[in-house]
C-alpha cells in the first residue's frame, strides 16, 4: 500500500485530507525541524538543503499538484528575500501592533475602578452606622479580571485618602438580614440593609461609578458579579469565534471589523440606563476586545524571524502593563464612571487608520496558497523598503509566477482533531492555561484575603499596585529563564514554582496553624501569615508566567493555517480560569479550600504534560497541518555518545501503525532522516 502511494506521490501526489501528508508539504517540514534549538541538546545533524524548487514543478501544476517547497518554506526563503525586521515598513508594522495593547490594558483592567465595591452607609444614619465595605467583592476589584474576596474593615479615617464619597440617585429594597458581615465592633447589623437612599465612599479616585450609580449593595450586589461575569464571558467567545473566522477568512478583516463594533459597542457602554444594559453592553464590548487581541498577537507572530518573536511579543505585554500602571491616574483625572469609559474606548478611533496602513499577514496568504494575493503584497513590500529585483537570489519572485494559478486552500481548526501530535500539544497548552490563571485567584485571596492583617494591604492603589509590580516581575523573568532554558524549559520550571508554592501553602500553614494552637510551641498567627504571604507572592509570580508562556507557546506549534484557532482555544481556557474568581464570590467562597486543592493536583498533571510538548526556540514557525505534526518531541537532556535516540527513521515510520502516509509521503528524505533531524549513527 505505502509502495502505491509513493509511486503517486511521485507523479503529481494526493489531495490532503484530515491532517494527511501530501508530498511537497511533508518534505517543506524537514527545514522546520532541523533547526534544533541550543535548549534541546540533541546531537541531532541538520537535514540537507532543499533542492531548486524549479527542478520539481513544471509550468503548469495541477491541481493535486503540492506547491512549490521554496514557497512553503517561509521564514527560509520568502522572509529573508524580504530582509526579515531589517526592512523599516516590517519594523512599522511591529510598531503598529504595539501601540493598541496600551489600550487593550486599559479595557482589560478597567472593571477595577467601575465594579469597585465601596464603602457605603445608611444616608443620614451618620458615620456610625457605616458598613465597612461590602463582602461580596470588598477590595478586589481591584483585580482587574480577577475578582476576590471579602475585604477588611475600611476605617472611616481613610475615606478622604483612599476615596471620595458620593451619593446614591435611588433607593434600595432591603431585606432582612444583610448578606454582608458587618464591622466587629458592630454585631450583628440586621437593620443596615433595610435602608432606601445611601452614601458611598469610593476608593479608587472616582465621584461615582457603577455599584454606587444603581445602588448594587446588600440584595442587589450579586448584580456586580453578573457585570463581571459578562466581560469575561464576552472574552471567552470572542476568542472562539473570531479564531475560526480569522483562519477563514484573514486577519485583518477580522481585526478592523471588532474595531468599528468595539467602538460601537464601548461608547454605548456609557450611555447604560441601567445595570441589565450594562452587562449585556459589556458581554459584547469583551466579544469585540478579544478579536483585537487574538488578531494583533498572530500579526505579531507572524512578522517576525525566529530569533525576534518573544521579545517582539514581550514588549507588547509590557506596554500593556503601562496601561494598567496608568488606570489610577486616568480614573482620578475623569472622575466620573462614564467619561473613564469613554475615555478608554475612544484610542481604538486612531486604529480605523489600520484599514489603509495594516496589510492582509502574508504568511497567511502563502500559507493558504492565495498566491495572487501574495505577490501583490510582497510587490507592496519591496516598494516600501525601497528593495531591487536582485535581492531575490533564491528566485521567490519567479516561483510565485508559476503557482498563481493554484486555488485557495483554507483550514478550519477542527480539522486538528484528525492529526496525531498536533491536537495533544494544543489540549496540554489549554490545561496550563487553565490552571495557571485560575490558581492565580487562590494566591491572590490568600495574600489579600481578610484573613491576613497587613497594614500595607489595606489600602486600594497598595493593593492594585502589588498586583501590577508582581505581573511585571514575573514578564522580566520570564525573558531571562526562557533565553537559557527555552519555552518547554521556562513552562516547566514556572510550572513546578506554582506547584511548589500552592502545596506548601495548603500543607505546611495547616501545620504551622496546629502547632502555633499550642502555647509552648512558639509560633504565632502572625508567623502564619507571613508564610501565606511569602507563597502567595511566589504562587502569582509563577502562576502568571504559566499562563502567559503557555498562550505564547500554543502561537508558535501552531500551524500558520489554524494558528488563530489555536490561539483561540489557549486563550479561551485562560478566560475559564479567570472566571472561578467571580462563580467563587457569588457563592460567598463556598467551596473556596476545594477551587484551590483542584488547581494543585492540576499543576502535577501539568509538570508531567509539559515534558511531552517540542521546543520551538529558534525554529520556523509550522505554516501547514502536516508541518504541525512534524513539530514533535526532543529530549531535555543530550544523549551520550553511542547511546541509541529514541527517534525514529523514516524508516522505521513506516512500520508504524497509522503512519502508512506519513511514511509515503516523506519518501523524498534520507532514510536516517528523523522528524527533527539526522539520526547520528
Not at 8 to 17: F, L, N, R, T
Not at 414 to 425: D, F
Not at 496 to 522: C, W
Amino acid at each position: 500500500m505505502a509502495i502505491e502511494r509513493r509511486r503517486e506521490a511521485a507523479g503529481g501526489g494526493a489531495a490532503e485530507e484530515n491532517g494527511a501528508l501530501p508530498p511537497g508539504d511533508a518534505a517543506a517540514s524537514a527545514p522546520l525541524g532541523g533547526r534544533a534549538g541550543p535548549g534541546s541538546g540533541a546531537d541531532i545533524q541538520p537535514l540537507p538543503p532543499l533542492h531548486p524548487a524549479g527542478s520539481q514543478h513544471s509550468s503548469c501544476c495541477s491541481a493535486g499538484a503540492a506547491p512549490s517547497l521554496l514557497l512553503l518554506d517561509y521564514d527560509g526563503s520568502v522572509l529573508p528575500f524580504l530582509g526579515g525586521l531589517g526592512g523599516a515598513y516590517q519594523r512599522t508594522l511591529v510598531l503598529l501592533t504595539w501601540i493598541p495593547a496600551l489600550f487593550i490594558g486599559f479595557s482589560q483592567f478597567s472593571d477595577s475602578f467601575l465594579l469597585d465595591q465601596p464603602n457605603f452607609w445608611c444616608r443620614g444614619a451618620g458615620q456610625g452606622a457605616e458598613l465597612a465595605g461590602t463582602a461580596v467583592s470588598g477590595r478586589w476589584g481591584n483585580l482587574g479580571n480577577w475578582t476576590g474576596l471579602p475585604a477588611a474593615p475600611f476605617p472611616t479615617a481613610a475615606w478622604g485618602a483612599a476615596g471620595n464619597r458620593s451619593h446614591s440617585s435611588g433607593g434600595a429594597d432591603g431585606g432582612d438580614t444583610p448578606p454582608l458581615p458587618s464591622p466587629p465592633d458592630q454585631g450583628e447589623n440586621a437593620s443596615d440593609c433595610d435602608c432606601h437612599a445611601w452614601d458611598y465612599g469610593i476608593r479608587t479616585g472616582l465621584v461615582q461609578n457603577v455599584v454606587s450609580k444603581w445602588d448594587l449593595v446588600c440584595d442587589n450586589a450579586w448584580k456586580v458579579h453578573i457585570a463581571k461575569f459578562s466581560l469575561l464571558v464576552g472574552l471567552i467567545f470572542g476568542y472562539l469565534i473570531t479564531g475560526c473566522i480569522a483562519d477563514w477568512v484573514g486577519r485583518r478583516p477580522v481585526l478592523l471589523f471588532s474595531i468599528i463594533f468595539i467602538l460601537i459597542f464601548g461608547l454605548t457602554v456609557a450611555l447604560s440606563v441601567n445595570v441589565t444594559m450594562f452587562s449585556t453592553l459589556r458581554f459584547f464590548e469583551g466579544f469585540c476586545l478579544a478579536g483585537i487581541i487574538l488578531t494583533l498577537y498572530a500579526l505579531r507572530i507572524e512578522l517576525c524571524p525566529p530569533g525576534k518573536r518573544f521579545m517582539i511579543t514581550m514588549v507588547a505585554s509590557f506596554v500593556a502593563m503601562a496601561g494598567q500602571f496608568l488606570m489610577p491616574g486616568l480614573a482620578a483625572l475623569c472622575r466620573d464612571w462614564q467619561v473613564l469609559q469613554a475615555l478608554i474606548i475612544c484610542p481604538f478611533l486612531l486604529m480605523l487608520l489600520y484599514w489603509s496602513i495594516f496589510p492582509e499577514s502574508l504568511r497567511w496568504l502563502m500559507a493558504t496558497q492565495q498566491f495572487e494575493a501574495a505577490k501583490k503584497l510582497i510587490l507592496h513590500f519591496t516598494q516600501k523598503n525601497c528593495m531591487s529585483p536582485e535581492s531575490d537570489i533564491k528566485g521567490v519572485m519567479p516561483e510565485l509566477e508559476k503557482e498563481l494559478s493554484r486555488r485557495p486552500k483554507k483550514v478550519c481548526i477542527v480539522k486538528v482533531v484528525g492529526t496525531r501530535n498536533l491536537w495533544k500539544n494544543i489540549v496540554v497548552l489549554c490545561v496550563n492555561s487553565l490552571t495557571g490563571y485560575g490558581i492565580h485567584h487562590c494566591f491572590a485571596r490568600s495574600m489579600m484575603g481578610h484573613e491576613v492583617k497587613v497594614p500595607l494591604l489595606e489600602n486600594f492603589y497598595a493593593d492594585y499596585y502589588t498586583m501590577a509590580s508582581i505581573a511585571l516581575a514575573s514578564c522580566l523573568a520570564m525573558c531571562l529563564v526562557v533565553r537559557f532554558l527555552g519555552r518547554r524549559g521556562g513552562l516547566l520550571l514556572f510550572m513546578i514554582l506554582t506547584a511548589l508554592a500552592s502545596l506548601l501553602q495548603l500543607g505546611l500553614l495547616n501545620l504551622i496553624g496546629k502547632y502555633s494552637q499550642h502555647p509552648d510551641s512558639g509560633m504565632s498567627d502572625s508567623v502564619k501569615d507571613k508564610f501565606s504571604i511569602a507563597f502567595s507572592i511566589v504562587g502569582m509570580f509563577a502562576s502568571h508566567a504559566v499562563g502567559s508562556l503557555s498562550v505564547f507557546f500554543c502561537a508558535e506549534i501552531t500551524p500558520t493555517v489554524i494558528r488563530c484557532g489555536g490561539l483561540g482555544l489557549v486563550l479561551a481556557s485562560a478566560g475559564f480560569g479567570m472566571l472561578t474568581a467571580p462563580i467563587i464570590e457569588l457563592h460567598n467562597q463556598k467551596g473556596y479550600f476545594l477551587h484551590h486543592i483542584i488547581f494543585a493536583c492540576c499543576t502535577l498533571i501539568c509538570i508531567i504534560c509539559i515534558l511531552l510538548l517540542p521546543e520551538s526556540r529558534n525554529q520556523n514557525l509550522p505554516e501547514n497541518i502536516s508541518n504541525g505534526e512534524h513539530y514533535t518531541r526532543q529530549p531535555l537532556l543530550p544523549h551520550k555518545k553511542g547511546e541509541q535516540p529514541l527517534l525514529l527513521t523514516n524508516a522505521e515510520l513506516k512500520d508504524y501503525s497509522g503512519l502508512h502516509d506519513v511514511a509515503a509521503a516523506g519518501d523524498g528524505l534520507p532514510e536516517g532522516a528523523t522528524a527533527n533531524g539526522m539520526k547520528s549513527m
